[in-house]
């Protein structure tokens, strides 16, 4: 090596045996340092348990973020014929979601006094305007043009449930793989796609599979929408959400949706 070449950096269990400004560190590649610097209370002086109420959340977000790259990507595999890659990413679905479940104990360690201490902040903001949870519902098959009024008025955040309520969910992709295998799912003939989906849950276990993984994350959404209400009661009785909306009534009122209730009424004909 010449004189004024650059010296070549040598890697020794995970180490550099020289020191480089250049060098990606954990914190600059997960970029840490911008991370920690989003976590901004309202509450002056600081209400101690603003903090924990901001992180969940945030964290909710960013799980949001993952969980609907997988959906599409659930979605796509299944277009493609791919019952198998679409399986393996909806246990992955499975397994956040369940993370997201765990999230609400957290929160759950707030006394109603704690959060009645900075709540009256967090006016008019509200869980209803976030845009990540209704993309996951639409991309799931659950669809509602009414939720566009519940999101802020920015035009970047519209135009991305707008987008939403166009594309294929990921219902339609499953309905595709069926026909791509033989089972014909008509979107006019509800007999015949009970008829396919018995016939493909006696005869082919690898989309019986999909299926139950499609299952698996319907029932961990009403599954988190069960315990959120229990901690939204627990929290703040009958008071009106921050938003406006009725609170805990209009919560009780989401327990029933299902994205896939001809999966759930194949239980009735097998």
Known sequence: MSDDAS????????????????LLTYGSYLKIPELLSLQRLRSDPPVHDELLFIVVH????????QV???LESIRDRMFAGDPERARHYLVRVHAIERVLIEHIEVLQSMSPQDFLAFRALLTPASGFQSVQFR???????????????????????????????????IWDGFCSLLEMTGFPMPAADPARRQASLVAMAREHRELFAVSEGLLDHDESLSLWRFHHVLMVEREIGAKRGTGGSSGVDYLRSTLDKRCFPELWGLRSHL
């Open 7 to 22: 010296p070549r950096r040598e890697r020794r269990f995970g180490e550099l045996t020289e020191p480089s400004e250049d």
């Open 58 to 65: 945030q964290a909710y977000e960013l799980w949001f973020k």
């Open 68 to 70: 609907l790259f997988e």
């Open 135 to 169: 993309e996951l519902e639409f991309l799931s098959g659950l669809k509602d043009e009414r939720y566009l009024e519940d999101v802020s008025a920015a035009p970047e955040d519209r135009a991305r449930l707008e987008r939403r309520l166009a594309e294929p969910t």
